[in-house]
């Protein structure tokens, strides 16, 4: 049976559609029975797609015998793919045909013909990508809308920049309230994702229609759009390696920033600005800068990138880390029943020589500590740690301390000033 493959990326004035393909390689296949395979929407950088697939598990299975397209970019703009293959039509006797490029495979210059199309194939689908991305990168550092849904807070107004038609965003009072409501519960320590979520169903506050997610709130968090933008936010952009754009805006301590991903982090959602082209966005800041850079830190400091979690069986987790290497000590039960302190980059990699400890025992030297230092502050520890609740006895830790490192035989504590 012969196949007759079409495949169309995009569906537009301009680009020959999946019907008139299919109509054109109808001749080639000179009244045999064909099957048509057609690939609406994918683009030929790869092979990643559906009924090429389908055509080749055929092809290999002995069903097709001819394969015949309209042109050769329309099967494959990639000449490894390309080589594959012809390499499986060769091995398995399948004849290949193109509608409008005429080949005759079974001689030497037939094949290197072929070659030489599909290289000119790629070199144009590479060409195509580069001026889109340098088109791109003029438009962002501009300022101009680069497309995407409005972010919450905002709403999308239209703009002039440079003589150009463009849009910008406007802020929306009620939903900027309920951003500066997020930041300030999520700057407190004991508050997690899900905390948020659930006071903001409580007071029956949705996002445009729908019930918040711990995802939306990370990306709230972690967005520079909202940040009123001064020198502090500028150091760290650029000590993360973005790349800054100074316009007439600048870091003014009263506008956000735009943040394009440019190049390979164009489609990244990474916490990191490296690679990104931060450009000042008039009129939208909505959280202070300080409120910004703490829960943008907190949010971080979760190396899994994963929403925060209660500590539940200690009130030290979170707030101790392993003296060696840096990372969280987390606690883990043992058989008895007995608590104990493991370093997580031990457990994870093994690459920590970090010892076990006794929960209990460091618990007792941590709060022993604390009953000292209390008598420097307001707060009297002694009187009251066993009537305060575990959730009070970790607010009381982070209100005295800033890390807590151990290891076997030592306790290091940072004290806030």
Do not use: H
Not at 52 to 61: E, H, L, P
């Amino acid at each position: 049976m012969t196949a007759i493959y079409a495949r169309q990326s995009v569906d537009r004035a301009d680009s020959i559609s999946i019907e008139q393909q299919t109509e054109l390689c109808r001749y080639e296949a000179r009244g045999e029975p064909y099957r048509v395979y057609a690939d609406r929407g994918y683009s030929g950088k790869n092979t990643n797609r559906p009924q090429f697939v389908q055509m080749m598990n055929d092809v290999r299975s002995g069903a097709i015998d001819t394969v015949i397209v309209y042109r050769l970019d329309r099967i494959s703009r990639s000449i490894l793919d390309f080589s594959n293959m012809m390499s499986v039509f060769g091995e398995l006797g399948v004849k290949f045909v193109s509608a409008t490029e005429k080949f005759d495979t079974s001689s030497p210059i037939g094949n290197a013909m072929l070659n030489i199309c599909i290289v000119f194939a790629q070199l144009e689908r590479e060409t195509i990508q580069k001026r889109v991305a340098d088109a791109y990168y003029s438009r962002s550092k501009k300022g101009f809308f680069m497309g995407g849904p409005v972010p919450y807070g905002y709403r999308r107004v239209p703009t002039l920049i440079g003589e150009v038609n463009t849009s910008a965003y406007e802020t929306v009072e009620e939903e900027a309230e309920t951003v500066r409501m997020i930041y300030e519960m999520y700057s407190r320590y004991e508050v997690s994702y899900g905390d948020i979520v659930r006071k903001l169903d409580e007071f029956g506050i949705q996002r445009r229609g729908s019930c918040w997610e711990r995802s939306r709130i990370r990306e709230i968090i972690l967005n520079p759009l909202y940040v009123k933008a001064d020198n502090a936010v500028l150091e760290l952009f650029m000590a993360e390696g973005a790349e800054v754009v100074e316009n007439e805006v600048g870091f003014n301590g009263r506008s956000g920033c735009y943040c394009y991903r440019t190049g390979v982090n164009r489609k990244s959602k990474g916490t990191s600005f490296a690679g990104c082209l931060m450009v000042p966005a008039p009129g939208t800041g909505i959280v202070e800068p300080e409120l910004w850079l703490k829960c943008r830190e907190k949010c971080i400091s979760c190396k899994s990138a994963s929403p925060v979690r209660k500590a539940k069986n200690s009130w030290l987790c979170g707030k101790i880390k392993c003296l060696y290497c840096g990372c969280a000590l987390v606690v883990k039960r043992g058989s008895s029943g007995k608590r104990y302190l493991m370093c997580n980059e031990r457990l994870r990699k093994g690459k920590c020589k970090a010892e076990t400890l006794y929960a209990d025992n460091v618990e007792r030297f941590v709060r022993s500590a604390m009953e000292w230092k209390s008598a420097e502050v307001v707060t009297e520890v002694a009187g009251i740690w066993d009537k305060i609740s575990f959730d009070e006895k970790r607010k009381l830790i982070d209100m005295l301390a800033e890390t807590i490192y151990a290891c076997k035989g030592r306790i290091v504590i940072k004290w806030r000033a």
